[in-house]
């Protein structure tokens, strides 16, 4: 079923992401003011600083972060329902690159996910990674919102999370899955038809991957499919904060 090639597995890690951290960190830089026991220590050749900060009552709990030429987004999630059963909004910020607040919108849910389409430079955000899940998209340009929903609810139970790019079509992390084991898809390719979004399966949360350590081929048993990205050959590179035994 898998169009993509068999990831690299350690028994540790499902897999070793190639980012910087201390980038992050100067970006959305936080200190023991925040309520932080230990200040964070910044690797050699960073430093640490304040990019923004949160407002309280209005946006709090920072989580996607997504950069489009000089401008910088941040999508809060204020501790809201990942479900989106409460009925709360979340708030995404256009900052300059010197932290100056510039723009915001409002989306429908728990945001849990935001990317940048390199392809048509519109900014992807998804809600709801528990459950109930649907896609708002950005023009940066004419700052114009589209609310997208879902032709049918994930295969896996639960909704979507984290979202890449590669090659002109958009993938999606299927999070929170209804069964252990998750033989549902942990990966499944988006595509915008109308306002609704519909997916194909792309790969498996039980698929056959490569063992970095050993050689051996395993059989995976995602069971929250997380984070992603694309590597710079074009693979997909996701995590999994649930993995089970295989």
Same mark, same amino acid.
């Given at each position: 079923?898998?169009?993509?090639?068999?990831?690299?597995?350690?028994?540790?890690?499902?897999?070793?992401? %190639? %980012?910087?951290?201390?980038?992050?960190?100067?970006?959305?830089?936080?200190? @023991?003011?925040?309520?932080?026991?230990?200040? @964070?220590?910044?690797? *050699?050749?960073?430093?640490?600083? /304040?990019?923004?900060?949160?407002?309280?009552?209005?946006?709090?709990?920072?989580? $996607?972060?997504? /950069?489009?030429?000089?401008?910088?987004?941040?999508?809060?999630?204020?501790? =809201?329902?990942?479900?989106?059963?409460?009925? !709360?909004?979340?708030?995404?910020?256009?900052?300059?690159?010197?932290?100056?607040?510039?723009?915001?919108?409002?989306?429908?849910?728990?945001? *849990?996910?935001? !990317?940048?389409?390199?392809?048509?430079? !519109?900014?992807? /955000?998804?809600?709801?990674?528990?459950?109930?899940? =649907?896609?708002?998209?950005?023009?940066?340009?004419?700052?114009?919102?589209?609310?997208?929903?879902?032709?049918? @609810? &994930?295969?896996?139970?639960?909704?979507?999370?984290?979202? +890449?790019?590669?090659?002109?079509?958009?993938?999606?992390?299927?999070?929170?899955?209804?069964? =252990?084991?998750? $033989?549902? &898809?942990?990966?499944?390719?988006? +595509?915008?038809?109308?306002?609704?979004?519909?997916?194909? &399966?792309?790969?498996?949360?039980?698929?056959?991957? +490569? *063992?970095?350590?050993?050689? !051996? +081929?395993?059989?995976?048993?995602?069971?929250?499919?997380?984070?992603?990205?694309?590597? &710079?050959?074009?693979?997909?590179?996701?995590?999994?904060?649930?993995?089970?035994?295989?």
């Amino acid at each position: 079923m898998s169009t993509v090639p068999s990831p690299m597995i350690s028994r540790n890690a499902l897999v070793a992401s %190639v %980012v910087s951290v201390a980038s992050a960190a100067m970006l959305l830089g936080v200190a @023991p003011a925040f309520g932080q026991a230990n200040a @964070p220590l910044a690797a *050699d050749g960073y430093t640490l600083s /304040v990019f923004a900060t949160g407002v309280v009552g209005q946006y709090t709990h920072p989580d $996607s972060l997504a /950069v489009f030429q000089d401008h910088v987004y941040i999508a809060y999630g204020d501790g =809201n329902d990942p479900t989106g059963a409460d009925g !709360k909004t979340n708030m995404v910020v256009e900052y300059t690159r010197a932290g100056q607040k510039v723009y915001s919108f409002t989306v429908k849910g728990h945001n *849990d996910g935001m !990317k940048v389409n390199p392809y048509t430079h !519109k900014l992807w /955000v998804m809600q709801n990674e528990d459950a109930n899940p =649907n896609l708002v998209v950005f023009d940066p340009v004419t700052r114009q919102t589209t609310l997208y929903s879902f032709a049918a @609810p &994930p295969q896996a139970g639960g909704g979507y999370d984290d979202i +890449t790019f590669s090659n002109g079509k958009a993938y999606l992390s299927a999070s929170n899955p209804a069964h =252990n084991p998750n $033989s549902e &898809p942990a990966i499944v390719q988006a +595509t915008l038809v109308g306002t609704t979004v519909v997916v194909t &399966p792309v790969l498996e949360g039980t698929a056959a991957a +490569t *063992d970095i350590l050993t050689g !051996k +081929t395993v059989t995976l048993n995602l069971q929250d499919p997380d984070s992603m990205t694309t590597a &710079p050959g074009g693979n997909l590179v996701l995590d999994s904060q649930g993995i089970r035994s295989w």
